[in-house]
């Protein structure tokens, strides 16, 4: 039975679906696992569980269900969570509920200022004189009307306070609407629109849900003294550092194609887009950061870049590259015909696109090219000259063979000894501030570790659930020793086939640890596994009995320990009896440990 919106949305949506709508999942069984992206995991241990619509990283211990995942990759609260996933299922949120007034926060008040302000644009570019005109100057462009509706292309009338008025009859407060980054306040304390006479475009994240804006005034219209573009600035929703425009529509075709293109403004990722490439998105102005690349990395490896490149060094744009190269992302550059655009190339149809597309260089031969184009290879000072821009590049390549192979290359296009080009290398000062690559983060770094008692409850429970015939081994002495929870998880095991019991007969604090321990066994992973090489590891019932036996030892030895206490505490009372007793009593401890 339905109870609620939650229960409604968990019933709605598949944690395969959302999980793979923000990393890369292979199938392992009747599971799925993926590269955790909550810590630096070398190999896939992030597990997720249709059956049990769970997910589990078995290297930092991150887990639980939809609402957990997407609250920890989005950084987002429960509110904000529920309402992307409730949009997602198209769960309607209706009047809220006591239980979910507590979750509206600041933020999700943003949002529903920035996707009305996103449908107020859309309405002018429909119906107003001047919306016309911009929609025939977008055609002009190479713009379909279809584009126009997939990108929420808009407009912002040419009007002092046109949005601030729609948002007010709404009755969201003048403050708000700035902190959306909407409005201005001058020195005066008048406030007025952000956004006047502009084509809009609505930015947005992963979600697809609206953060922030960006107005480009017409070709036709712009003055010397207006901007080419104005953007919302960073707001509680809106970083340009940790956004890629476009990249919500063209996350899964960047999967499925496994490359995405980067291109530098919004006309260029619309129209590339239309020209059949969907895998697109656009850096809008900024170096790449790491942010940026995290959220790429989620969908492939490989990255085309069709944007203005320089190997002058130092650039914003090749500090981008070379911590994309750091992060261990392939890349290749789309090179443009002298004086065009993507937009431009898209423009002329899905052909020439795909045509150039196809045609990609790697960076470092896109790098060797234009050195070697802007210079004189034949005199000394042209060969120190592409010496000098080429080497920190090679320098950069993290795997020495790709070093070694570029050196060489670079030692017979020169003519010069591969010695003294390493030599010259070697004096070449890393750039260390662009190049590191964000550390693994603080919750799962700061996570407290298991103990051992615990991680050998979680084999044997592990080892009881996939193997029945493990359970007896675990006799009532044995089951003393484990904590209170695995023992309710045990007994239920040894009273009925593992493999029957429901986590529904479980509290929800129980229900969740015995979720993971059976999404464990079924991943066959293995807590313990640094312990044993793979050829030696023990047979399951023999495996059980080792685990029971350490954490009987480990028990015996707590129940020592607090026995000495105990005998330090009557000897200093004088209990002379009861010092003999508990004497005693840690003499056969001590033999049963023996």
Same mark, same amino acid.
């Given at each position: ?412 296009? =020169?003519?010069?000894?591969? !010695?003294?080009? &390493? $030599?010259?290398?070697? @004096?070449?000062?890393? #750039? %260390? *501030? ?125 129940? =020592?320990?607090?026995?000495? !206490?105990?005998? &330090? $505490?009557?000897?200093? @009372?004088?209990?002379? #009896? %009861? *010092? ?15």
């Amino acid at each position: 039975m339905i109870n609620s919106p939650i229960d409604e949305i968990r019933s709605k949506l598949d944690i395969v679906d959302v999980i793979g709508g923000y990393l890369k999942l292979q199938k392992a069984g009747a599971n799925y696992r993926a590269v955790c992206p909550f810590h630096v995991d070398k190999k896939p241990s992030l597990f997720v569980s249709p059956a049990r619509q769970i997910w589990k990283c078995f290297g930092c211990g991150e887990g639980g269900g939809i609402f957990d995942f997407v609250m920890k990759i989005e950084g987002m609260d429960f509110g904000d969570a529920l309402r992307v996933l409730a949009q997602r299922a198209g769960v309607e949120l209706k009047k809220p509920t006591p239980e979910m007034m507590k979750y509206q926060t600041e933020k999700t008040r943003l949002y529903e200022i920035c996707e009305l302000a996103a449908q107020f644009f859309q309405k002018q570019l429909k119906e107003s004189k001047a919306g016309k005109e911009v929609k025939e100057y977008l055609a002009e462009r190479g713009v379909s009307d279809d584009s126009i509706e997939k990108w929420r292309i808009g407009y912002a009338p040419d009007t002092w306070q046109g949005l601030a008025d729609f948002l007010s009859k709404k009755r969201y407060k003048t403050w708000e609407i700035e902190k959306a980054g909407l409005e201005i306040k001058n020195q005066k304390g008048n406030v007025y629109d952000r956004f006047r006479g502009r084509i809009i475009f609505p930015i947005s994240d992963l979600n697809s849900q609206v953060i922030g804006f960006g107005g480009r005034v017409r070709e036709d219209r712009k003055t010397e003294d207006s901007a080419k573009y104005v953007n919302t600035p960073n707001t509680l929703l809106y970083d340009k550092s940790r956004v890629l425009y476009g990249l919500d529509k063209g996350k899964v075709e960047a999967r499925r194609k496994d490359f995405c293109i980067l291109v530098e403004g919004y006309m260029d990722a619309i129209m590339v887009s239309q020209a059949g490439f969907e895998n697109v998105a656009a850096v809008s102005g900024t170096a790449l950061t790491n942010f940026q690349l995290d959220h790429l990395k989620r969908f492939s490896d490989n990255l085309y870049t069709a944007f203005d490149m320089d190997v002058a060094g130092g650039s914003a744009t090749q500090r981008g590259i070379d911590l994309a190269q750091a992060k261990g992302f392939n890349i290749k550059v789309i090179m443009m015909p002298e004086g065009k655009d993507p937009a431009d190339m898209a423009k002329e149809g899905m052909e020439e696109w795909e045509k150039i597309v196809k045609e990609a260089r790697s960076i470092t031969e896109f790098y060797f090219q234009s050195a070697f184009l802007k210079n004189d290879s034949s005199t000394a000072e042209g060969k120190m000259a592409i010496s000098k821009m080429l080497l920190p590049i090679i320098k950069n390549i993290p795997n020495k063979i790709g070093q070694s192979h570029w050196i060489g290359e670079l030692s017979s296009r =020169l003519r010069v000894k591969e !010695e003294d080009l &390493r $030599e010259e290398m070697n @004096k070449v000062k890393e #750039e %260390k *501030t662009f190049l590191k690559v964000s550390p693994e983060s603080a919750s799962a770094a700061e996570k407290r570790k298991k103990t051992k008692k615990e991680l050998l409850e979680e084999r044997v429970l592990s080892l009881a659930y996939k193997f029945s015939s493990c359970l007896s081994a675990v006799s009532e002495e044995a089951l003393s020793y484990f904590s209170p929870k695995c023992v309710q998880i045990l007994s239920q095991f040894k009273s009925a086939s593992p493999q029957s019991v429901s986590a529904s007969s479980f509290s929800p604090e129980v229900r969740d640890f015995f979720n993971a321990i059976c999404l464990a066994a079924e991943a066959s992973y293995n807590p313990l596994q640094e312990d044993f090489e793979a050829e030696d590891a023990p047979e399951p019932e023999e495996e059980v009995n080792v685990c029971l036996n350490e954490i009987k030892r480990m028990g015996v030895k707590e129940k =020592l320990s607090s026995i000495s !206490e105990e005998i &330090r $505490e009557a000897e200093m @009372k004088g209990e002379t #009896e %009861k *010092t003999e007793k508990l004497t005693a009593d840690f003499r056969d401890l001590s033999q049963n440990l023996k």
